[in-house]
């Protein structure tokens, strides 16, 4: 076990509609990241979070969106999804923004039909 | 732009020995990691190299040399519990740091 909480596990949605994907890191860690997994891809980087604030950016859609609260966990929002979103997205994170190490949830596993 | 390169599947025995290469092309090149990923979990983290030269931990061990641009994950001792994804990751220095991952190497490990 990571230490990363990552809800929900499975994630079956229509296209069009809009979901949001929880992230907790682990305790401590200020820096959360946040990957998508397409079928037998490799890990695509989103965005990053420290502290609040957002300090990297991936190829993420426009119709993706992210933050992160105070109590630093962080939500990642997936908006006029379409069929080609389905994925699993990996939230991961690190003590501090210059990653060394990172430390993975379980992930969410979206399908949309 | 940036690329990272690493073979898409590699095959071995158990008890054998099995080199898993990465190249990449990238800019602002801080450091290279690996991660581990059996089907359906989390990628967890195995080693990582900021400087050239070989970093062992246990049965793993992995390289690097940053004028040939290259790295190498070495798995001693093979065991089937190793068949999994391996993916290379490189950190990236541009400000503000993110890790980007190659494709990955599928290993499987027969009897």
């Known amino acids: 076990d990571s230490g990363v909480t990552q809800t929900p596990k499975h994630l079956i949605t229509a296209t069009g509609q809009r979901v949001t994907l929880r992230c907790s890191p682990r305790?401590?860690?200020?820096?959360v990241y946040w990957y998508q997994q397409s079928l037998d891809q490799g890990l695509q980087f989103l965005i990053q979070?420290?502290?609040?604030?957002?300090?990297a950016k991936g190829n993420i859609l426009e119709r993706f969106s992210a933050q992160q609260f105070p109590d630093l966990h962080s939500e990642l929002n997936l908006s006029s999804l379409e069929l080609g979103d389905s994925a699993l997205y990996f939230c991961a994170s690190s003590v501090g923004p210059e990653n060394t190490e990172a430390f993975f949830g379980q992930g969410t596993r979206l399908t949309v039909v | 732009g940036q690329s990272l390169e690493q073979p898409s599947e590699v095959t071995a025995v158990e008890g054998a020995i099995v080199q898993i290469n990465c190249t990449y092309q990238?800019?602002?090149?801080?450091?290279l990691s690996w991660y581990q990923q059996h089907d359906g979990g989390a990628p967890t983290f195995l080693s990582y190299n900021g400087l050239d030269g070989l970093e062992e931990t246990g049965r793993f061990s992995s390289f690097l040399s940053r004028s040939d641009s290259y790295g190498y994950l070495l798995l001693q001792e093979l065991q089937m519990k190793d068949s999994a994804s391996y993916f290379c990751a490189v950190r990236k220095n541009t400000g503000f740091q993110k890790l980007v991952f190659g494709t990955g190497t599928r290993l499987l490990v027969s009897p």
């Open positions: 979070y420290y502290n609040g604030e957002e300090r």
């Open positions: 305790s401590g860690d200020l820096s």
């Open positions: 990238t800019s602002g090149f801080y450091g």
